[in-house]
């Protein structure tokens, strides 16, 4: 749940660790406490290696570095910007399919 998420990353913030890894930490969150999160996640990882696995185009777009994987391996690595440069990037074609598809939601509605 949420709650669990927010508790692991306080607990993680209390204990000063130099490494987090968090596994989808804003995927039970709305979008305003999602960057809540997001922006003291930042603030306090500046000096730390914060590992963010995820699926969220939000909180992708501003990692320093992405690894993207398939089955398991790394296929591309860079910035989002480096990634959205390649033209024929696996990256690139999730980030529009990801975009194409909440097109399409917010039309049906």
Not at 28 to 34: H, I, K, P, T
Not at 45 to 66: K, N, P, Y
Not at 68 to 97: K, P
């Amino acid at each position: 749940t949420g709650q669990r998420q927010r508790l692991s990353i306080a607990r993680a913030v209390v204990r000063d660790t130099p490494i987090l890894i968090l596994d989808e930490p804003t995927a039970s969150l709305d979008a305003v406490n999602e960057q809540r999160v997001l922006s003291n996640l930042e603030q306090w990882g500046r000096q730390r290696v914060v590992f963010l696995i995820t699926h969220r185009l939000s909180t992708i777009r501003e990692a320093d570095t992405i690894a993207f994987l398939e089955e398991g391996r790394i296929v591309e690595l860079g910035s989002h910007d480096d990634l959205m440069g390649r033209e024929d990037g696996r990256y690139r074609r999730f980030v529009q399919a990801e975009t194409t598809g909440r097109a399409e939601v917010i039309r049906d509605d």
